[in-house]
Each structure stands twice: as structure tokens, then as C-alpha cells.
């Protein structure tokens, strides 16, 4: 059995305050005032520092001397350094995965995908959390992957760049009505390149969808800034 560890205090603040960031409910440039978060969670100053500093290093805050904590801008610059690797990084996953194993050994991911499908399925588009149970849904596809790859080093990676790719991930959804039905598309395409042993055909998936989903994001951010 493998040993979990508790999540700390400051990692649970952490989530909060980042799902909150993911979902567009505290705005890039807003400050996070310490003495507000702590009496708004019942918890430490101390802590909601703490909580501070592991959502910098996720790249959803910056700290500024004597300013505080604010809520990290979405650039063009940051997008396009996030997807240059996260791309990669999701390409090595799906080669590990496929150099071990093949066929019906994969049925675990398949169901996962399925789940993932009836989600979306089952979703209006025009419900206010639909982005985030798709976005869920499709990590649970990688975090099962995880596993089966057994490669502790790319796991910590992936998780250390979810919160940011799941920020990105979410504009998508909310600005785009038909990225409901594409998360499903390349999730069907996966499956069906993975039960293929198609190793070139599930890169090639991950980095269509990759670059489709950094152009919209783009264009997003195009629109902003001309706005």
C-alpha cells in the first residue's frame, strides 16, 4: 500500500484559494489580503502565508515587497511557456504508458475515458460548473495513468503544472461552446490510439489538442488586450 501523507493546513488553503483563481472568482491583478483569507477560513495568518508561497510557486500569485500577494496576470509569454512543455510532458506520458502496456491491460484508462464522456454528455454547457467537472474528469484520466506508468519524477511534474494548465484549460471551456464536445473528441481519440499500441498516433492527438487549446486561449487573451 502506498503511504499517503495528510494534506498540510497550508495545502488545503492553497487549493481554496487556487480553484478560486482557476475559476476566474478572483480576477488577475487582485490583491489576497492575509488577515482577510485568515479570518474568512478560521485559520492562521501564518498559514494563509504559507498558502501564499505554494500558489507563487504555481504561478497563480506573485509577491510583491510591502504589496502582498496578487493574483498572477494570464500573458501570451506565460501561456505559450506553459504549453511548450506541458505538451512534452504529456507526450512522454503517453509513450511510457504504451512501452508497458498494450490492449485490453488499458481497460482501467478506457472506463476512464468513458466516465469522462458521460460527464460531458450528461452536462449543459451553459451550466456555471460544467468547465470545472469536465476539467476534473480529465485529470482523473491522467492521475489513473499515473500508475500505470509507476515514474514518481513525471508524476510530481504533471501535478506541480495542473493548476496552472486547469486555469488556461478553464478560459477555454467558459469562452468556447464547443470545447465541451472537443475534450471528448481527443479523449476518444487517445483511447482509440491506445488500444492501437499507436504510440505517433497519441502524440499527434495530444499535440493537436495541445495547440488547439493554447490558439484559443491566445485569441482570448488577443481579445482582452483590444477590447
Same mark, same amino acid.
Given at each position: ?38 479570518? $474568512? @477560513?478560521?485559520? /492562521? ?6 498558502? *501564499? !508561497?505554494?500558489?507563487?510557486? %504555481?504561478? #497563480?500569485? +506573485? ?13 501570451? $509569454? @506565460?501561456?505559450? /511557456? ?6 512534452? *510532458? !504529456?507526450?512522454?506520458?503517453? %509513450?511510457? #504508458?504504451? +512501452? ?128
Amino acid at each position: 500500500m502506498r503511504f499517503q501523507a495528510p494534506e498540510s493546513l497550508s495545502e488545503q488553503i492553497a487549493q481554496h484559494i487556487g480553484q478560486r483563481i482557476v475559476t476566474g472568482d478572483l480576477k488577475p491583478g487582485e490583491r489576497i489580503q492575509e488577515l482577510k483569507v485568515a479570518g $474568512e @477560513l478560521n485559520v /492562521s495568518r501564518g498559514s494563509v502565508r504559507e498558502s *501564499l !508561497l505554494i500558489l507563487q510557486r %504555481r504561478h #497563480l500569485v +506573485e509577491i510583491f515587497p510591502r504589496r502582498g500577494a496578487v493574483v498572477s496576470s494570464l500573458t501570451p $509569454e @506565460l501561456v505559450n /511557456s506553459l504549453y511548450d512543455i506541458y505538451i512534452d *510532458l !504529456l507526450c512522454m506520458l503517453g %509513450r511510457k #504508458l504504451l +512501452e508497458r502496456w498494450s490492449g485490453e491491460q488499458l481497460s482501467g484508462v478506457m472506463a476512464r475515458v468513458r466516465e469522462l464522456q458521460a460527464v460531458i454528455d450528461a452536462l449543459n454547457s451553459s451550466r456555471g460548473d460544467a468547465a470545472e467537472q469536465v476539467i476534473d474528469a480529465g485529470f482523473g484520466v491522467m492521475r489513473y495513468t499515473y500508475g500505470l506508468v509507476e515514474n514518481p519524477f513525471l508524476e510530481e511534474t504533471l501535478e506541480n503544472f495542473r493548476p496552472a494548465i486547469s486555469r488556461t484549460y478553464f478560459v477555454a471551456l467558459e469562452n468556447f461552446r464547443d470545447e465541451l464536445e472537443e475534450t471528448g473528441r481527443f479523449f476518444r481519440l487517445l483511447a482509440d490510439a491506445a488500444l492501437r499500441g499507436d504510440s505517433p498516433g497519441l502524440e499527434q492527438a495530444i499535440c493537436e489538442f495541445g495547440e488547439h487549446q493554447r490558439q484559443q486561449v491566445l485569441s482570448i487573451l488577443k481579445q482582452e488586450v483590444s477590447a
